[in-house]
């Protein structure tokens, strides 16, 4: 055995420490609440772009590694609880490469009666604090998604057909079949590889108002149900925060839990039972609120200037 050694040195240990003791200031100079919640539970993700590691906790019974606090935070917001924050290890199946682990460090918290743009604000000055650089905060770009896509890609987000995202971002024959299966697969891609690398290398790009489609757990547009009140926020190409003002309505919710197991089916990846705490939360009344959650490692490689995350954990799991 060769690669007992870690994969960064103390140097980089040292600034994650004073990055997350920043972290951890911004939240209690407004009085947000610091909780904890399992990593181990019932149910895993319905997130079609998303896989959750199982764990066999009991004979027979499978548990599952949360991939974010957010369910059991909105169970917390549910019961009464103030505006909250959690930092904490969340685990993603068949997550690799230079900027995706399979385990990594996630910064999550939910602010009551925020608006859109309330949380960006919020968001961006949660980054510039936790990077210490406040002038991150001045002139940052933002953008309509529908906008980027046609400024950036010549694509009409809402008219486009499958052929015609295939045929933007140069698809081979499997992809294009993927595209022709998920819409969004196409629009995911050519974000990606098209429209992201041209944002300023060191600036931030807000990108607000994601299809319907890809609301998640996000409220749609209350002035454009085409639209949901759902971010992202980006330093350069590197994405780091995704938010949104959260859906509320359990009954919309389910269905949209049931849309999700519907798609993972249809492309071959498994289907596990609804969050029936989460949706149980919701029916007891979820108030008004939106949540953001930022990657910690990804931070760090902006303020180390890297575009590899192996510098910035500990224990490249890979190869340990």
Sequence with gaps: MTNWKPSSDASAAMRRA????RARQYFSAQNVLAVDTPAL?????SDPNIDSLSVRSKPGKDSFLHTSPETSMKRLLASGYPDIYSICRVFRDNEAGNRHR???TLAEWYRLGFDLNAIIDDTVGFIASCLDLPKLAENVLQYEYT???QEFANIDVHAASTDELANRCNADAGIKSEIEARRDSGLDLIMST???PRFVHDQLTVIRHYPASQAALARLCPGDERVADRFEVFCGDLELANGYVELTDAGEQRQRIEQDHEERLR???SSLLADEMLLAALEAGLPECAGVAVGVERLQMVLDQTDDIRDVVTFNTETS
Excluded: N, Q
């Design 102 to 104: 399979p385990e990594f």
């Design 194 to 196: 098209i429209i992201a």
């Design 18 to 21: 004073e990055m997350l003791e």
């Design 267 to 269: 492309a071959g990846r």
């Design 147 to 149: 906008d980027v896509f």
């Design 41 to 45: 539970g019932p149910y895993a993700t």
